[in-house]
């Protein structure tokens, strides 16, 4: 079982930036991609951005690119979000999601963190 706590979340100026972390404990496998979703009142929850393990893949949803970017640090099992030059669009709760599929499919979700950026 994996634990997921997030953090950094908050209200910021559209133009401004914030960093989220998610911390992951328990029996974490070596293999793995970690990423962040996001989900707005109303809609449905999308990927925002993902990382393997190995840390050179990533993976951006397109309203993100060139302003989001993934990171981590296995020592710490730590993952962070680094949002650059926000939009009013990027308002939501953002959760944090690790996922294995050895040596077997699971999924684990922290509880969300609200990100509220004003025009």
């Known amino acids: 079982q994996v634990q997921l706590v997030e953090s950094g979340g908050g209200l910021v100026q559209a133009g401004g930036s914030l960093r989220l972390s998610c911390a992951a404990s328990?029996?974490?496998?070596?293999?793995?991609?970690m990423g962040w979703y996001r989900q707005a009142p109303g809609k449905q929850r999308e990927l925002v951005a993902a990382i393997t393990s190995g840390g050179v893949t990533t993976n951006y949803a397109d309203s993100v690119k060139g302003r989001f970017t993934i990171s981590r640090d296995n020592a710490k099992n730590t993952v962070y979000l680094q949002m650059n030059s926000l939009i009013p669009e990027d308002t939501a709760v953002y959760y944090c999601?690790?996922?294995?599929?050895?040596?077997?499919?699971?999924?684990?979700w922290g509880q969300g963190t609200q990100v509220t950026v004003s025009s």
């Open positions: 328990g029996s974490i496998f070596s293999i793995n991609t």
């Open positions: 999601n690790y996922r294995r599929d050895y040596p077997y499919e699971y999924n684990s």
